[in-house]
Nanobody, 121 residues
Framework: VQLVESGGGTVQSGGSLRLSCLVS????????MGWFRQAPGQEREIVAA????????HYVDSVKGRFTISQDNVNNTVYLQMNSLKPEDTAIYYC????????????????RGQGTQVTVS
């Protein structure tokens, strides 16, 4: 499984960005996709997850109402629409996938991309 992120950049506080993740390869046990982020000096945290087959999404409290995760299974792409961005959203954002048959914000993520930088000034 290969995950390739794009769409990062620098944006002013209150602005928006949309991250994309192109997925290749086969995922056993379903197709649960997610986005992590890691800010300088901080641990990596999961911010959103989606299991499109059951139309389920999960968000960490700090991004609820501002971020939206979605999947385009025709184009094998996962998106993270980020609105009302804040300086504390500054981080490297990673696309992730899991194939253990579950889909939540809990540990168990198997695959991760190389990341894309998001900077909010």
């Amino acid at each position: 499984v290969q995950l390739v992120e794009s769409g990062g950049g620098t944006v002013q506080s209150g602005g928006s960005l949309r991250l994309s993740c192109l997925v290749s390869g086969y995922l056993y046990g379903g197709n649960c996709m997610g986005w992590f982020r890691q800010a300088p000096g901080q641990e990596r945290e999961i911010v959103a997850a989606t299991y499109a087959a059951l139309n389920r999404t999960h968000y960490v409290d700090s991004v609820k109402g501002r971020f939206t995760i979605s999947q385009d299974n025709v184009n094998n792409t996962v998106y993270l629409q980020m609105n009302s961005l804040k300086p504390e959203d500054t981080a490297i954002y990673y696309c992730a996938a899991r194939d253990d048959g579950s889909c939540s914000l809990n540990p168990g993520w198997t695959y991760r991309g190389q990341g894309t930088q998001v900077t909010v000034s």
